[in-house]
């Protein structure tokens, strides 16, 4: 790390079942109902996107007849974050901002899927048919849609952000290392402002299709992360976040203040063998420690309820006895951004200085006496990857 | 370090192996050897119908086995067999342990026809096709076996197990810059210190009738489909569009220091990298110019260079009429009058587009240049555009002192990538 260099959170954009914004958010989690945004779609649990009205960051009409639902929820929670930093319109700073976006891949247009699935073992050449429908069906702009770097690509055109653009691919752990590397880069000087996230489309059968060949979602009915057992899985959610990352010296500057101090981030793989999770997760809780400063912190959990990662996130956590919370409970999970999400998260909590009430009969998140001071953020991945981050009170 | 730091401060980042798979052949030695007698990978589809398609050709890579045949099952192995060719010219690590982390340039991960046929087939039992169905059969673990197949960072994790490379694998998408972009992450981690190498592969085996027709649609393509090796014309005045292809490659980055102190042949240096989006619109650049500008600006400056210091650009040169025409614009800004004396040409007009792998595969091809004196050529340059008036060094490969090369990667969604490689460590 270059000498005296601190990256701090100066902006939060987050878009979800509970509503959009700090405060609707914070106060949907204190209110203690968690199941209350989620809904079925077929044998599975999702949560869907919360009331929003999109003109009010993506103003244009066109803009937003480009883009499918995942790249409108991305495109609106980043102007969230841009607005939140104080940093929405500057010209100047945008054209220094660096964007790391964590996506999965486009939408389908499943109305044109079905007309061909139907109409495919009826046809006389199958192939033909299949040609034939697709250069007449499909739509020009929907292969925008379906690029995995086209939310980054909206953001650049809504907002103006142009320092720079990479997406990482790939579920929980694209996130994870989205925040990674934005602040690797922020701590070694490579980079001064940074915009992180993404965004999900929890409602794409196509994707709980897929999702599910693994057996990874969550099915009969609403439960809290939790109290999904051994047969759990994840709930797939529509939700945005971003979060403007930004050196401290930069944003002392122009007068912008911190939410929280980034203070590390780290990931790791492992290989999904029993036992595997609570080792990685126990390597990365050693690099982090010796960051962590006093009995005031607490963990904010990634975990998505599917196992065997979750059962074995349980068990690491139970091992340090500490305060935590599953944020997905509210929120449900939408693997990309999710990470981000629970970092906005637990930047409100520390704005708090405290937790939001348990919500779930397991015993896993308790009550914290104190004030709150720190929090990490967990990441495990449903099928891959692990990361931890530590954020804190920024001192000013 | 005294002499393996550049004059930032910045630990020197070195090349020390290369892997390559193109529609030319498999391996550096065969492509080379190819690329710079001015053959064409472009043929006719033959892999599957392309009854009622204006484009009827590609570059696709047909003799590299892989069943049942889907993009990423090709992706992979394509990637794995140019990261074998790296790692081992690099004869860095142990066998199943790669030092230092991996950057992978992949396409975004589909479910494709062949698969979701496969799924409707089942789902749909005596009913009409609808995705409910699909969801009642998918939750049965009818389909386990695409359980993680389709996921999006499969390719990149596989990758990792077959090499050992350390920590978490990072898949990366900048539409056509992918590729430039797994090499700018593999310079920056170095630069940081955080690892002394880095793994970086761009790998794209899409070709398939639903990618085909969506650049089709966006009138992206060549449909001069006969003959097929003609079409790719890059530069020309009658460039029609570029032509999809197929291909892999990799390169092994080092920090100098550790290259030296194990010993290993250098084989070219990572100089700086330069990057600018654009906020102009989804499919096409500014009309001004400026972010393809500030990219190579930015690429030359942070390798500490000039303007006047590049001898050779090995252009992103996609043959639409649109990149060319930007491209040539980019280039004339930041050259001034050398303009028409440098040579630029484009391996596309050779290999075709190489989509998400275009960046590696093509930062191999500017190392290989600089490695060998010899610039392969543009071919197919048969009407010369009048308002692009570059040495693109037409139809024929050339001998030329080349000290340091610019590469260009620029793609959908407002992604320019500049990389600028140097034959020496300065």
Known sequence: MAEGREAWITGIGILSCLGEGPEIHWQRLMEGKPGAGAKAIGPYVVHPIGPVDFDKQIPKRGDQRQMEPWQRIGTYAAGLALESAG??????????????????????????????????????????????????????????????????????IVHGVTGSSRTFMGEEAAG????????????????ELALVGGSHNGERKDLLAQYDFGGFMLKGGYR???????????????????L???????????????LARLVAAFSDRCERKPGGVRQSLRGLWEKIAPSIASGHYAVFSGASGAEPATGEERAFLAELGVAVRAPGSYVGHGPEPQFVMNLALATLALGHG?????????????????????????????????GLALIEAART | MAGTDDKAGRPIVVVTGMGIVTSLGTGIEDNWRKLTAGESGIRPIGRFATEGLKTRIAGTVDFVPVEPLCGPALCERMGEMAAQEAVSQSGIGSRGRFP????????????????????????????????????????????????????????????????????????????????????????????????????????????????LIRFSLLSALSTQNDPAQAAAKPFSKNRDGFVMAEGAAAL?????????????????????????????????????????????????????????????????????????????????????ERTKDVPVSSNKSMIGHTLSAAGTVEAVFTLLTLAHQRIPPTINYQVPDPSIPLDVVPNAARDASVAHALSNSFGFGGQNVSLVMSREAA
């Open chain 1, 87 to 156: 940093i929405k319109g500057n010209r100047e700073l945008l054209a220094r901002t660096d964007m790391i976006v964590a996506a999965g891949s486009g939408e389908r247009d499943l109305a044109v899927d079905a007309t061909i699935l139907e109409g495919l073992p009826k046809a006389e050449n199958p192939a033909a048919f299949l040609n034939e429908r697709l250069m007449n069906d499909l739509r020009p702009t929907l292969f925008l849609a379906q690029l995995s770097n086209l939310l980054a690509g909206n953001i650049s």
């Open chain 1, 176 to 191: 994870v290392d989205a925040v990674r590397i934005a602040l690797a880069r922020i701590h070694a000087g490579q980079s």
């Open chain 1, 224 to 242: 809290p992360v939790w109290e999904r057992g051994p047969e759990g899985g994840f709930a797939s959610a529509s939700l945005g976040a971003f």
């Open chain 1, 244 to 258: 403007i990352i930004e050196e401290r010296a930069h944003a002392e500057r122009r007068g912008a203040k911190p």
């Open chain 1, 354 to 386: 405290a937790l939001y009430p348990p919500c779930e009969r397991t015993g896993v998140e308790r009550n914290m006496e104190g004030k709150l001071t720190q929090v990490v953020v967990t990441g495990v991945g449903h099928w891959r990857g692990e």
């Open chain 2, 100 to 211: 230092g982390p991996l950057f992978v340039a992949v396409p975004p991960n589909e479910v494709e026809w062949p698969q979701r046929q496969e799924m409707g087939a089942l789902a749909r039992g005596n009913d009409a096709f609808d995705y409910d169905n699909v969801l009642r059969t998918a939750s049965t673990g009818a389909f386990s076996k695409y359980g993680t197949r389709f996921l999006f960072a499969s390719i990149a994790d596989r990758l990792a197990d077959a090499f050992g490379t350390q920590g978490s694998p990072i898949s990366v998408t900048t539409a056509c810059a992918s590729g430039a972009s797994a090499i700018q992450l593999g310079l920056e981690a170095i630069r940081r210190c955080e690892t002394d190498a880095a793994l970086c592969v761009g790998t794209d085996g899409t070709v398939n009738p639903e990618t």
């Open chain 2, 252 to 336: 092994v980055l080092e920090s100098l220091a550790a290259a030296k102190a194990r010993g290993a042949k250098i084989l070219g240096v990572i100089a700086g990298c330069g990057e600018m989006a654009d906020s102009f619109h989804r499919t096409r650049s500014s009309p001004d110019g400026k972010p393809i500008i500030a990219s190579v600006r930015n690429a030359i400056a942070d390798a500490g260079l000039a303007p006047d210091d590049i001898d050779y650009i090995n252009a992103h040169g996609t043959g639409t009429p649109e990149n060319d025409k930007m491209e040539y614009l980019g280039l004339a800004t930041v050259l001034g």
